[in-house]
């Protein structure tokens, strides 16, 4: 964890670090938002002040100044993949996914339980940020962006590092069968855990990442886990599930082109 007014999380263990230096995993603390939105909510569609959130930003982006812009989505828990170029910096797409070449760029995903899921190939000079919620996660988003990053940009798959960021976890992460059903079709049916209670049934969403991943032709020693349980992490992190619907959404942000050595100290 950073030592800032913003803790972060980043990928320290060699040699995914040397790789994935533009990742960085904001929690909840550090931000001017209060109630259940405390403090670092960075969503305005989440029912909380918008000069709060608007505060919150400001410092998120004076703590970073490495990045020149901030590319953000409205979250549908689809299946679009965005390439962002350098005319579309600015706008903020209805999607799930986004990929960059742009240096200067930092893709940002909003979550509070989903897997934020951010990615870099070719030495950070192409990036992807995902948003992995069971939907995403069984629909295997993941899959889908590694094929956009073959196309548009030929990274080869086993060129590919990942970070897996703070979600909830099969600890805390129980699911009706409607939710098994889709996994189990989709092919990811071994993240299921069957607790034989009652609810008996849990998902392990970064494991079943990792399944699309491979499946996709990502080596699992590319695929790193950061962070925890974010139901679990109450004081850390946001959860949808523990606070009932009603939270703030954590940052996480990859930035294009930037090595461990060009970026900032990332404090605020
Ligand atoms: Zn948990």
């Not at 929690?27 to 938002?33: H, K, L, M, P």
């Not at 970070?163 to 069968?177: D, F, K, R, T």
């Not at 080596?219 to 886990?225: C, G």
Request: aromatic fraction near 8%; proline fraction near 4%.
């Amino acid at each position: 964890m950073g030592t800032g007014t913003i803790p972060f999380w980043r990928v320290s263990q060699p040699p995914a670090a040397q790789y994935l230096g533009g990742v960085t995993f904001l929690g909840r603390q550090g931000g001017a938002s209060t109630g259940e939105f405390a403090s670092l909510n960075l969503s305005h569609a989440v029912g909380d002040s918008v000069s709060a959130v608007d505060r919150n930003w400001s410092k998120v982006k004076s703590s970073f100044p490495a990045v020149r812009y901030w590319a953000r989505m409205r979250q549908v828990h689809g299946s679009t993949v965005f390439v962002v170029d350098e005319c579309s910096l600015e706008q903020v797409k209805e999607c799930d996914a986004l990929v960059t070449a742009v240096p200067g760029v930092a893709l940002c995903v909003l979550t509070a339980d989903c897997v934020p899921v951010l990615m870099a190939a070719l030495g950070g000079r192409v990036v992807a940020a995902v948003h992995a919620g069971w939907r995403g996660t069984a629909g295997r988003l993941v899959g889908e962006v590694v094929q956009v990053l073959v196309r548009e940009f030929s990274v080869e798959p086993n060129a590919l590092w990942v970070a897996l960021g703070p979600s909830i976890g099969p600890c805390c992460y129980e699911v009706g069968a409607d939710v098994v059903a889709a996994f189990r079709s989709a092919g990811l049916g071994s993240a299921v855990r069957d607790l034989g209670g009652s609810p008996s049934y849990r998902v392990d969403l970064r494991y079943a990442n990792r399944l699309a991943l491979s499946d996709a032709g990502v080596p699992l020693s590319q695929v790193v886990d950061v962070g925890g349980c974010t139901a679990c992490l109450a004081a850390e992190f946001f959860s949808h599930r523990r606070q009932q619907g009603l939270a703030g959404r954590q940052l996480s942000f990859v930035s294009c082109g930037q090595t461990p050595l060009q970026l900032g100290s990332g404090q605020g």
